[in-house]
């Protein structure tokens, strides 16, 4: 937030010397912008039975690790999750489980699919 108000006030700065060089001295005054409520904390991970990690600790989302016995794909131009299936001898529905929150309607070429060990 307070970098926000950091890059608000700076913008403000620079649009009051643009409208003094323009010759319209005087900064448009805007209403005041009502306060956006905190969101409250998403609850990540627990640590020893607490809901929000303890002071200091920050926690930052975990990137997908490929489980044990299983090899990292990058999606190649005209693949597909069926044909990776099949280039690495797994069934679709192993190479589905392997990723969960990848839509396979949404391949991107490069992107890191796990697949797993058949």
Not at 6 to 25: I, S, V
Not at 82 to 90: E, F, L, P, R, T
Not at 93 to 105: M, R, T, Y
């Amino acid at each position: 937030m307070d970098r926000l108000n950091a890059e608000n006030l700076l913008l403000k700065q620079q649009n009051d010397a643009l409208r003094a060089q323009l010759g319209q001295a005087q900064p448009v005054v805007l209403p005041p912008q009502p306060q956006v409520a905190p969101q409250p904390r998403v609850e990540i991970a627990r640590w020893g039975g607490i809901s929000n990690p303890p002071p200091g600790r920050a926690v930052s989302p975990v990137p997908p690790v490929a489980p044990a016995k299983s090899k990292v794909y990058a999606v190649a131009k005209g693949d597909n999750m069926w044909s990776i299936a099949q280039k690495n001898g797994v069934t679709l529905e192993d190479l589905k489980k392997a990723n969960p929150g990848v839509d396979p309607q949404k391949l991107s070429i490069g992107q890191s699919l796990n697949v797993p060990a058949h």
